[in-house]
């Protein structure tokens, strides 16, 4: 990607996770406060199956269990809906296996990014006490990193996906989120647990226009609203 395009990614990641947090005013079901979870991570698209993506072919895919940090800002509005923002470091990537299970061959690929979510939460009254919640939007991301993980019985390699393979992996991410919440008042303060998917919808590698590998996420996360 040029400079230039980098530049203004890098701009309006800034711009939509901090919208949140310039609007955080006490009151109204407004709070922020840090994210923590873990990310389920997999290549999607039609061209992300073991035979195209994993470099021995064949094999199985699998799931990358990585790490999801950042902080939040939610906005309520009238007590059933909010708006929130988020900053989030995010491991993605995904994993594929067993082409030759004799070796018990694996690769991870290994993609990071910095990404801000937006997201729309509409408040449930199910339990007077515990306040559930759906929710949907977007998200986009930069990518930080692209790295790979190969082993085998006896052997085992780290290093560059684009230096490794000659891939060229976009610097923006960018796609829907969609999920559910609970969260409960205890002490003063607002412990929240999400369950959600995050579908990209950009490509990571440019080879053509037939080529479709795109990053999918389920992801449990815990917030605590100060």
Known sequence: MKKSRKILVIVLIAVLGA???LAAEPGNGTYFGPVLG????????????????YILGGGEKMTRTAFAAGAFAHFGFGGLLALESQILFSQKGGKYGDAIPAIN?????????????VLVRVYIPL?????????????????IAAKYKYSETGYEE???IEVAFGQEIEDLD????FGAGA??????????VDARYSMGLAKLVDFG???DVRNGVFALLASIGL
Do not use: C, H, T, W
Not at 38 to 53: H, T, V, W
Not at 127 to 132: L, M
Not at 174 to 177: E, Q, S
């Open 19 to 21: 919208a949140g947090f």
């Open 105 to 117: 061959d694996q690769i991870i690929y290994k993609m990071d990014y910095i990404e801000a979510p």
């Open 158 to 160: 780290e290093g560059d």
């Open 38 to 53: 873990l990310n389920f991570s997999s290549l999607i698209g039609d061209n992300s199956d073991a035979a195209e993506a």
């Open 209 to 211: 226009v037939d080529d």
């Open 183 to 192: 969260a409960l008042p205890l002490a003063g303060l607002l412990l929240r």
């Open 174 to 177: 960018y796609g829907i989120v």
């Open 127 to 143: 339990i007077p006490v515990v306040k559930a919640s759906a929710f949907g939007g977007g998200y986009a991301g930069y990518n």
